[in-house]
């Protein structure tokens, strides 16, 4: 069993900041991949970052100069340092995680609230 615990939302004025921890824990073999995905009210759920085993980064258009993401190896974890928020960055922020023979897995979910 794996589980993805995701700490770090909550309720932020545009232009603030908020990082995001997501844990992975249980049977976990060949992470491929963690990663950010986001869900706003009555959106569909859009990548935001994604980072590699080897370290490689991805991110989506509206995160690139405001978002990083990173990883701990040993520990399982993955962060989001959110920087420059603005309001249309409000939504539930997802944790994934990819490996390479059990699957792909997600949190339960945080919420980021950013006020105008």
């Known amino acids: 069993q794996v589980q993805l615990v995701e700490s770090g939302g909550g309720l932020v004025q545009a232009g603030g900041s908020l990082r995001l921890s997501c844990a992975a824990s249980?049977?976990?073999?060949?992470?491929?991949?963690m990663g950010w995905y986001r869900q706003a009210p009555g959106k569909q759920r859009e990548r935001v970052a994604v980072?590699?085993?080897?370290?490689?980064?991805n991110y989506a258009d509206s995160a690139k100069g405001r978002f990083t993401i990173s990883r701990d190896n040993a520990k399982n974890t993955v962060y989001l340092q959110m920087n420059s928020l603005k309001p249309e960055d409000t939504a539930v922020y997802y944790c994934?995680?990819?490996?390479?023979?059990?699957?792909?897995?997600w949190g339960q979910g945080t919420q980021v609230t950013v006020s105008s």
């Open positions: 994934l995680l990819v490996t390479t023979i059990s699957g792909t897995y």
């Open positions: 980072i590699s085993s080897g370290g490689s980064t």
């Open positions: 249980g049977r976990i073999f060949s992470i491929n991949s």
